[in-house]
């Protein structure tokens, strides 16, 4: 019972991670949702069987386990993972800043928990799923190949329709390649295929002893996805490979080093990524060339220019909330009272992962961040000291060397705000974190048992939570007002907490409103209980609290709308929505 609980867990997370990047990267709330659902649901199977008595399902269990030495004891395999504990208290701080009101956006923060959850759970079962060779090789075919799937479509879909996606362009499709809406992602994904395909090649050469077939395929898989990485012309991804390929050959020559008693070589390992490089920009036209080359120049262009600011903005918001942080998943309503310039720019994230980390999470975040991160390089400390299989090993360090290219990458962008990237990027944190030896566990069957309810729980609630994204896209469709009332009512309904779609249905009562004036007071009555209700849930959400402003001065409310407005100018200050709109008023109850 256990095993098929362990291999159904398997399962699942590999057909999520094949399946995640094509809807957009799983960008939209429907598939975000669904794939954490998704997720959540196949590790809680894994912590159900580690709640199970040994022998369960009415075989006898054999007393050995087969390992790279031939065969040792059956070690114990109920309990948890001792990294569960600092991975479950990660989202365990977004229910503290609910608790004690630290959060500008409580929904969203309730909603990156589950993410979160979803993430760090998958973490810890590939710290524990890695340790079986066959286990990591179907993760790392997983990866390689939904890399080698995305690198055929980007590289046909660049040549026929380059800013299209499915032959479609859309108002998200800004910069798209692949099935990815920003080329700098779709970059972040290929990344972790090369720099885990290379490292591959190079542990079954050595294992090997030699170039076999397996070797020239692997070898000739990273150097084809090279090609559409550089493609796709993201300069920051450009950077993040040549770091991944520079870390995952140090931690191969350290620990080859280590074995032979010589010291540690640079020059060979930085020479093979400069020749891996080398050969991507080779095979691309001279204007992706020329593009890649104004990375040298720094800031100086405007997409460098609006990072710089806002990153200041950042730093800003993260230094007003130095503790707990402004909230997890609460950063786009928080730092536009921080932002100094860029107001019609919807800042969704401060196009860093760490500086966003930061903001949202404070020092409590960085202290939990650290303490996980300790833990994963024990594992692959241990997997490198006391590995004897170079293929097994070349797994660990390639995986590792990927997770440090898009942590690289991610100092430039948002790649682990996306869930394709963060649910590769987590599996393969959690392989490179797998021991060779047995593992320090927890709670014996009683702590997995109450996880396996948890994760159970938190599934439902996230396919609940992907069930109102679907219904409220639907809703919001209707273009008659009347009809998209009624159709966001049964919405609210079964979904009280979409703040969306409760600002949606109350503007909608408002136009609704205007030029009847025989139904006016109720429906612009039923408005504002609606954007009440908005702001309730995203306190911080500036252009809402605009709305309500608005709505109460239709009222004959002009403290309440001055109230209202003050507000929503101190949380937005540069928005120019709201700027106009308090001038607007202010002339208005100037006129009366």
């Not at 996980?372 to 590995?387: I, N, Q």
């Not at 007002?481 to 949606?504: C, F, G, I, N, T």
């Not at 109230?563 to 109850?589: F, G, K």
Request: include cysteine.
């Amino acid at each position: 019972m256990k095993a098929r609980l362990d291999a159904a867990a398997e399962a699942l997370l590999l057909v999520a991670i094949v399946l995640a990047p094509w809807p957009y990267g799983a960008a939209a709330d429907p598939a975000r949702y669904g794939l954490v659902a998704l997720v959540l649901l196949a590790v809680s199977l894994f912590a159900a069987a580690r709640a199970l008595p040994r022998g369960s399902g009415g075989t006898e269990e054999s007393p050995q386990l087969p390992s790279e030495r031939g065969f040792i004891p059956r070690e114990r395999d109920d309990g948890l993972p001792y990294l569960a504990l600092p991975a479950a208290a990660l989202p365990a701080l977004g229910l503290v800043q609910i608790a004690v009101g630290t959060s500008a956006a409580p929904q969203w923060t309730a909603e990156a928990v589950l993410i979160l959850a979803a993430m760090t759970a998958a973490l810890v079962f590939w710290s524990e799923r890695g340790r079986d060779r066959d286990a990591a090789v179907r993760l790392a075919a997983a990866v390689l190949g939904v890399c080698a799937a995305e690198a055929v479509f980007g590289a046909v879909q660049w040549s026929l329709a380059p800013d299209r996606i499915y032959g479609r362009a859309t108002p998200i499709v800004t910069t798209p390649f692949g099935s990815y809406v920003n080329h700098n992602h779709f970059a972040g994904l290929l990344e972790m295929g090369i720099v885990l395909a290379a490292s591959m090649a190079l542990g079954r050469a050595r294992r090997g002893g030699g170039p076999t077939p397996g070797v020239v395929g692997l070898a000739g898989l990273s150097l084809g996805l090279v090609a559409v990485h550089v493609a796709s012309r993201s300069r920051g991804g450009l950077v993040a490979l040549a770091g991944g390929l520079l870390v995952a050959g140090t931690l191969w020559a350290r620990a080859a080093s280590h074995r032979a008693g010589r010291p540690l070589r640079l020059a060979p390992l930085a020479f093979g990524a400069v020749v891996v490089i080398a050969f991507g920009l080779a095979v691309v036209p001279e204007n992706t060339r020329a593009h890649l080359a104004t990375i040298f120049r720094g800031g100086g262009d405007g997409s460098g220019d609006y990072r710089l600011d806002v990153a200041r903005d950042t730093l800003r918001l993260a230094a007003a909330r130095p503790v707990l942080g402004a909230g997890l998943g609460a950063y786009a309503d928080a730092v536009p009272a921080f932002k100094s310039a860029h107001g019609e720019v919807r800042t969704t994230h401060a196009e860093d992962d760490v500086l966003e980390f930061v903001a949202e999470t404070g020092l409590a975040g960085l202290a939990l961040a650290a303490w996980l991160a300790v833990l994963v390089v024990r594992g692959l400390t241990d997997r490198l000291r006391h590995g004897r299989d170079p293929f097994r090993k070349s797994m660990a360090v390639g995986a590792a060397g990927a997770v440090a290219a898009l942590a690289l990458h991610s100092l430039a962008d948002f790649n682990l705000r996306l869930p394709a990237n963060a649910l590769v990027f987590a599996s393969l944190l959690g392989l490179a974190a797998a021991p060779r030896e047995a593992a320090r566990r927890i709670g014996g069957r009683a702590l997995p048992a109450v996880a396996a309810a948890v994760l159970l729980l938190l599934s439902a609630a996230a396919g609940w939570r992907a069930a109102g994204a679907l219904s409220l896209e639907r809703a919001l469709a209707d273009e008659d007002p009347q009809m998209r009332v009624a159709s966001l009512d049964p919405v609210l309904r079964r979904h009280p907490y979409l703040a969306d779609a409760h600002r949606a249905r109350g503007l909608t009562w408002r136009e609704l409103a205007v030029g009847r004036s025989e139904f006016a007071p109720a429906r612009l009555d039923r408005a504002e209980r609606d954007l009440s209700r908005a702001v309730r849930l995203r306190p911080a959400w500036g252009e809402a609290w605009a709305d309500l402003a608005w709505t109460r001065l239709l009222r004959g409310d002009r403290a309440g709308a001055r109230e209202a407005m003050d507000r929503a100018v101190s949380l937005d200050r540069t928005h120019p929505y709201i700027a106009q709109a308090r001038a607007e008023m202010l002339a208005r109850l100037d006129l009366k």
